[in-house]
């Protein structure tokens, strides 16, 4: 199995130098050369398995010879040790037909953890072998910074340096980059959005001397090893609901692509779905896409779902590429249409290809609290406004096949929304609970490419 560029222009590297890389050469994002098929009878296979066990059989094939048997079975043991469920992923009834897949009982309460957990001990066995050392720069809208500080804190080869938009994420999200002690992680809050985060760390990756000289690497969902360890959860949720038997349809809030990206391989793979739905906030422009077939980006505007108050949605790319028939010189010229005209029209067939895999719907700032307040009374759960607004876009698709709709986070990883809605604080968990105690660390920084690089290579030296 090797990884190939979704801008055609890249060496094609096998996993574990796709995951190092983060990001392509090219500019574009790694994808497998070919989805591996998984048949009907193993599918049906994971029927009772654990998650770790399930983990294993569904990622397996994606990995060629970069881990021993042995070696992957140790990183997705230690990966999920720390999760407070031992079912990791468990899966509630809110309705008839509709199920909500909690992905928040990880060290930083957003399912971020579930790549985030498993990519550390992959990156720590790797370069350990080999004696490398790297850093990772990451954007964070707040959930991945939390995920990939937790996850890589304390690992001698790694120097980890995240960009959160200022005062753009909940205190809780804040705290969790900016309290922890070790050395070899740094939280810095940056004068911009969260797509100019994404920017600068893309002109550092396009700064070949200085990627070079400092070994940088993203674990930013771009990140192919982070979207494979979430194509799991899609196959153990649908396999408890009856797949392959029958089709299982999910729906995804969505903010940079890249967990409804897992959830399309999944479906490549064989696991039956009729449709994956993308739920979007007022920041709407992959719900617009699908509608006008026009990708065109707008202001970005705060929500109470702040994971997704993005235009730029990196990892539709990777959608894209499928789309045009995996023609890199396409997707290439598409990207510079959208970085130089802030938008692009959809060839015809790419968007029908887009509409066979993806539906899509939107939510209100309104609608995300009604939802809330109402899913609480009715079915006794507390949702975060991420999960608020999937599960209002999903209840317009409901119907014979079972629904699925991921709660991307912990309602008390954003307590101010969650009290706005339902007049009801939700409590940290125990581990977390000296959270407002801790002492912060963290460097306040301008939007500007040269100061950033100043700092990695300071931070680097150190
Ligand atoms: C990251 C995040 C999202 C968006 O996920 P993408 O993979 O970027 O689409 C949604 N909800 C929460 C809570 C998140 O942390």
Redesign the pocket.
Known sequence: MNYISTRGQAPRLDFEATMLAGLARDGGLYVPDAVPAMPAAEIAALAGLSYEEAALRVMRPFMGESFSEAELEEAVAKAYAGFAHPARAPLKQLAPGHFLLELFHGPTL???DFAMQLIGQLFQTALARSGRRVTIVGAT????GSAAIEAFRGLPNVDVVILFPEGRVSEVQRRQMTTAADANVHAVALAGDFDACQARVKDMFNDFAFRDAVGLTAVN?INWARVLAQVVYFFTSAVALGAPHRAVNFCV????????YAGSIARAMGLPMERLVIATNHNDILHRTLETAEHRTEAVRPSISP??DIQVSSNFERALFDALARDGAAVAALMAELKGQGGFALPQGAAGALRAIYASGRASEDETRVTIARTYAEAGELL?P?SAVGVHVAEAFLGAVPMVTLA??HPAKFPDAVEAAVGLRPPLPAHMADLYERTERVTHLPDDLGVLQEFVCERRAA
Request: a negative charge; glycine letters at 14%; hydrophobic letters at 25%.
């Open positions: 957003a399912f971020k809208s707040g959930d991945t969902s809030p969505t903010g940079n692509f890249g967990d409804i994971s997704m975060c991420h991307t986070a």
